[in-house]
């Protein structure tokens, strides 16, 4: 498995936002989201064992892992991974596109689907057969960068009728829109879904790695 890093910090985003997490950062992404945070993660990278990657974050002694990227699930050995990290008890998160199938992941795992936007540059490279894939525990997530993004995300959800089945998060794009905006969308609209920042940013630097 190629792995950009391995680092021990605040859980940002999703449900599980505030509590301390493993994320284990895989090398390499099909998309190219023009809001993407994380463009480092497409090339940088070292191959690492399993053994290798399973010793590293067993020794930040936390139960909480999220498998990330890039695009995690663009390398097919992670789907070991996450099965060796839900058979040693950890709480597994896994933040994908909508782009890869998601058949074969351990259903032990919990999904954080983001369904791309418009204003991501990647509307068309999303997967809508995954959406029947979801189980009840996982979320999908869209990143709104403007209303367009808003009001397609809001059309989606009443189309797929999402809020009865998932958990649904929005989140505005850092530096582009301005939360209480998206928040005043969402109340104005007495929209089922849960608002989230993202909290690292808050915390570090938003340039910072490894946090």
């Keep these: ?59 930040f002694d936390c139960r909480l892992v999220e498998i990330t990227g890039g695009e995690p699930l ?7 991974l996450i099965t060796a990290l ?11 596109s909508g782009a890869i199938d998601l058949a074969p992941v351990d259903p032990r795992a919990i999904l954080i689907m983001d369904l791309k936007c418009p204003g991501s540059g990647m509307e068309d490279r999303n997967r ?6 979801l189980k009840p525990h996982d979320e ?3 990143v709104i960068k403007d209303r367009a993004d808003y009001d397609w995300a809001v059309e989606i959800i009443h189309r797929y009728g999402l809020s009865d089945r998932q958990r649904i998060l929005l989140s505005p794009v850092f ?17 089922r879904v849960r608002f989230q920042l993202q909290v690292h940013k808050l915390i570090w630097d938003p340039a910072m790695r490894g946090v």
């Design 1 to 59: 498995m190629r792995i950009t890093e391995i680092f021990f910090s605040i859980q940002g985003e999703s449900s599980y936002a505030g509590l301390p997490c493993v994320f284990v950062r895989f090398t390499g992404c099909p998309l190219r989201c023009g809001w993407c945070d994380t463009a480092y993660a497409f090339y940088e990278g070292t191959e690492r064992s399993l053994e290798n990657i399973l010793n590293e974050v067993a020794h």
């Design 74 to 80: 663009a390398q097919v050995e992670a789907h070991g």
């Design 86 to 96: 839900a058979d040693r008890g950890y709480t597994v998160l896994i933040e994908t």
């Design 128 to 133: 809508w057969s995954n959406l029947s894939l």
């Design 140 to 142: 999908v997530k869209f």
């Design 175 to 191: 530096g582009e829109l301005e939360p209480q905006v998206l928040a005043d969308w969402i109340l104005g609209d007495r929209l």
